[in-house]
């Protein structure tokens, strides 16, 4: 574990130090902070939308900051040959594999902390209201699904050599599994066997990543999600995590490395 | 004198990622031991497979068939590496870190305890001259700074065995002698040295047994003093001779 803490360090480290990541990181607390003091017209509607654009935004910028965060933590490490004097130092791959994991993650959630912080202040003090709990839990289960796309990208940054082909492809296959996994059922109740039961088997199988987007809960302050509905879901996301991090393992624990 | 490195039966086959190529073999059937404390020069050409000899003692890459154990453990548990020093061909290091930090990291790593973290840290760094650019982002250093970066990192965990994969390549005749010197130094501390090099007057220097790699396969091994004697020329001369090289006239 301490292993892996130290490659964690390493990785929010070098996050930090990267200027692309401020550009997004302080464009999107720009926007938000600007859109969020909007009032237009004493409408709520209109507060209701504008809040709805800007928490898209966050979700938009926390999933670019995650993708090409993961992407290119192993690629990198190998194309810059920094891997070698690393793992001839007693550390396992799979150490390496989770504190990547886990620094990604960890940044993912700090940002994620910084953007709703913004927001948060920001639509509290015009609105007078403050549904802390609200905010809470819709920022717990965005961390939660963050880990779940970051352990996946972490998966394609092995099978892929080349960075942009795994982030495009992981954008593509989340934006798919987050738009189009929810109705997979439905379609499948119209067709016939055997299609009928693979599009099941896939519905089963991918991560529902839906589960997350819970941003209804700030905008139209809907009531709180049950605690034990919320300990299932990040149940759920773990139970991903840990696969898609055993399956980077599984390929990168005996790959050679020249 | 206790055996340190050995390595038996080894063999490391490539799959040529050119149609028609077939298999390549990098190394084989490679037998070698090293004792404690000597120094031990690995010889070769350019593709001889003494990088990727390396390469397996640290894990990087399987062998194909044979085993090689380090400290009596086999190569692939991350236990062979806890009494290692590494120093890569090529600087290799966190550009956007600096030494100390990149030190630090590397340390915790080792399980180096905090009490003695920055006793180690320091000490590194006075051995490589690098206390005044501690602070400085590595990407800023120079080629032979950056090399120092790496002896540095590679002695960090005051290692019994130091693996060093061309160390003087690429340095100013100051960096070279340098380097020599840290080597001198670590033999007479008893330390162990596996290095390779190109370098065969300096070869002849500092160590006191080599082999020769050609196309995979040990053609010699021995003590300099003992080769020296038996061919009756420099090693240079034992190297060319061995690997078949006919001066054009």
């Known amino acids: 574990m301490n292993n892996a803490i130290a490659v964690a360090g390493i990785v929010i480290k070098e996050l930090y130090r990267r200027k692309d990541f401020y550009v997004l990181f302080i464009l999107t607390a720009l926007i938000t902070l600007v859109m969020g003091s909007f009032k237009l017209f004493n409408d709520e509607k209109i507060v209701r939308y504008i809040k709805e654009i800007c928490l898209l935004l966050i979700w938009l910028s926390s999933l670019v900051i995650a993708i090409t965060t993961a992407a290119r933590q192993i690629p990198a490490e190998r194309e810059q040959r920094t891997i070698f004097p690393l793992l001839a130092k007693p550390i396992t791959r799979g150490q390496l594999i989770f504190g990547k994991f886990l620094g990604c993650w960890i940044a993912c959630g700090l940002a994620l902390v910084v953007f709703y912080l913004f927001f948060g202040l920001i639509s509290g003090a015009r609105e007078h209201h403050w549904p802390l709990l609200n905010y809470f839990q819709a920022l717990w289960l965005h961390w939660i699904f963050l880990g779940v796309v970051t352990a996946f990208v972490?998966?394609?940054?092995?099978?892929?050599?080349?960075?942009?082909?795994?982030?495009?492809?992981?954008?593509?296959?989340?934006?798919?599994?987050?738009?189009?996994?929810?109705?997979?059922?439905?379609?499948?109740?119209?067709?016939?066997?055997?299609?009928?039961?693979?599009?099941?088997?896939?519905?089963?199988?991918?991560?529902?990543?839906?589960?997350?987007?819970?941003?209804?809960?700030?905008?139209?302050?809907?009531?709180?999600?049950?605690?034990?509905?919320?300990?299932?879901?990040?149940?759920?996301?773990?139970?991903?995590?840990?696969?898609?991090?055993?399956?980077?393992?599984?390929?990168?624990?005996?790959?050679?490395?020249? | 004198?206790?055996?340190?490195?050995?390595?038996?039966?080894?063999?490391v086959e490539y799959r040529s990622r050119e149609v028609g190529q077939g298999v390549k073999i990098a190394v084989d059937g490679l037998n070698l031991n090293v004792q404690a404390g000597e120094v031990f020069g690995f010889l070769g050409p350019n593709g001889a497979g003494k990088t990727t000899t390396m390469n397996v003692l640290l894990g990087f890459v399987n062998a194909t068939s044979g085993s090689?154990?380090?400290?009596?453990?086999?190569?692939?548990?991350?236990?062979?590496?806890?009494?290692?020093?590494?120093?890569?061909?090529?600087?290799?290091?966190?550009?956007?870190?600096?030494?100390?930090?990149?030190?630090?990291?590397?340390?915790?790593?080792?399980?180096?305890?905090?009490?003695?973290?920055?006793?180690?840290?320091?000490?590194?760094?006075?051995?490589v001259e690098l206390e005044s650019a501690r602070k400085r982002l590595i990407k800023t250093y120079s080629k032979g700074m950056?090399?120092?970066?790496?002896?540095?990192?590679?002695?960090?965990?005051?290692?019994?065995?130091?693996?060093?994969?061309?160390p003087t390549s690429g340095l100013d005749p100051i960096?070279?002698?340098?380097?020599?010197?840290?080597?001198?130094?670590?033999?007479?501390?008893?330390?162990?040295?596996?290095f390779s090099s190109h370098e065969l007057g300096e070869v002849e220097t500092v160590c006191d047994r080599v082999a020769i790699l050609n196309q995979g396969r040990l053609k010699v091994e021995g003590r300099v003093h003992d080769l020296v004697e038996k061919y009756q020329c420099n090693l240079e001369q034992i190297f060319l001779k061995i690997i078949g090289y006919e001066a054009q006239a």
């Open chain 1, 154 to 258: 972490l998966l394609g940054s092995v099978v892929f050599t080349a960075v942009s082909s795994n982030a495009t492809i992981s954008f593509i296959v989340i934006a798919g599994i987050l738009f189009v996994a929810r109705h997979l059922n439905k379609i499948a109740l119209q067709m016939a066997e055997p299609g009928r039961s693979i599009l099941y088997a896939i519905y089963f199988a991918v991560p529902h990543l839906e589960f997350y987007d819970v941003r209804d809960l700030i905008i139209h302050e809907l009531p709180l999600i049950s605690w034990k509905i919320l300990g299932l879901a990040t149940l759920y996301g773990m139970a991903y995590v840990v696969f898609f991090l055993f399956g980077t393992w599984l390929i990168f624990r005996r790959k050679s490395l020249n």
């Open chain 2, 175 to 194: 960096g070279r002698m340098k380097v020599r010197e840290i080597i001198q130094r670590l033999k007479n501390e008893g330390k162990t040295v596996f």
């Open chain 2, 68 to 127: 090689a154990w380090i400290f009596g453990a086999d190569v692939r548990q991350p236990i062979a590496r806890q009494r290692i020093g590494y120093l890569p061909e090529l600087t290799y290091y966190y550009k956007f870190l600096n030494t100390e930090e990149l030190l630090r990291f590397y340390a915790k790593i080792f399980r180096i305890p905090r009490s003695q973290r920055e006793a180690r840290i320091n000490a590194a760094l006075k051995l």
């Open chain 2, 1 to 11: 004198m206790s055996t340190i490195l050995e390595i038996k039966n080894l063999r």
């Open chain 2, 146 to 166: 950056q090399q120092r970066v790496g002896l540095a990192q590679a002695l960090i965990n005051n290692p019994d065995l130091l693996i060093l994969d061309e």
